[in-house]
T-cell receptor, first 114, second 115 residues
Framework: GDSVTQMEGPVTLSEEAFLTINCTYTATGYPSLFWYVQYPGEGLQLLLKATKADDKGSNKGFEATYRKETTSFHLEKGSVQVSDSAVYFCALRQTQGGSEKLVFGKGTKLTVNP | GAVVSQHPSWVICKSGTSVKIECRSL??????MFWYRQFPKQSLMLMAT?????????EQGVEKDKFLINHASLTLSTLTVTSAHPEDSSFYICSAKAGGAETQYFGPGTRLLVL
């Protein structure tokens, strides 16, 4: 079945450092791809998405490009802040017969130190 | 943005008892709600999908008699863990989606500990 693999954490960076969290997927067809973020004590929030190959999703300085040739959707940010500390989940949306399902990676915990 | 709440945020119960978890969409009508389970250091696993007014669709391997889901209104879905056992201890998360919308909005989760 469809699956998502993302780099294991935890990731610890200093403020203003460059961030990359790798995400690759296995799927039949061309699913929509998502990054969700979970801040401490809160529910998952959609960070960005891309629905087709070569689309770039962006939000709050984060970017990810849907790469069909490498089946990847890596998350990047040029300069992280302490407030970016959270758990990040990569996910794909699988649709079949009118129903939909989100398939998640295991999550990557990011800690940004001042 | 759309807000989804869960209640309780955490619960401790004795083995053999039943526990009910509520999921509410606070500012939109959720035609579809999803229930997930998350084990430590694991990804969220979809347990079931429920559409308002109809029976839930369970994922393979999820016992429908064990995890009872009710989606009686457009703003409320409940998950009841019946005759809970220690292996049911986990983090349960719901999400909700309005009809025709693409985005699921997630609740903050409920941590269940069965002693």
């Amino acid at each position: 079945g469809d699956s998502v693999t993302q780099m294991e954490g935890p990731v610890t960076l200093s403020e203003e450092a460059f961030l990359t969290i790798n995400c690759t997927y296995t799927a039949t067809g061309y699913p929509s791809l998502f990054w969700y973020v979970q801040y401490p004590g809160e529910g998952l929030q959609l960070l960005l998405k891309a629905t087709k190959a070569d689309d770039k999703g962006s939000n709050k300085g984060f970017e990810a490009t849907y790469r069909k040739e490498t089946t990847s959707f890596h998350l990047e940010k040029g300069s992280v802040q302490v407030s970016d500390s959270a758990v990040y989940f990569c996910a794909l949306r699988q649709t079949q017969g009118g129903s939909e399902k989100l398939v998640f990676g295991k999550g990557t915990k990011l800690t940004v130190n001042p | 943005g759309a807000v989804v709440s869960q209640h309780p945020s955490w619960v401790i119960c004795k083995s053999g008892t039943s526990v009910k978890i509520e999921c509410r969409s606070l500012d939109f009508q959720a035609t579809t709600m999803f229930w997930y389970r998350q084990f430590p250091k694991q990804s969220l696993m979809l347990m079931a999908t429920s559409n308002e007014g109809s029976k839930a669709t369970y994922e393979q391997g999820v016992e429908k008699d064990k995890f009872l889901i009710n989606h009686a209104s457009l703003t409320l879905s409940t998950l009841t863990v019946t005759s809970a056992h220690p292996e049911d201890s986990s983090f349960y998360i719901c999400s909700a989606k309005a009809g025709g919308a693409e985005t699921q909005y997630f609740g903050p989760g409920t941590r269940l500990l069965v002693l």
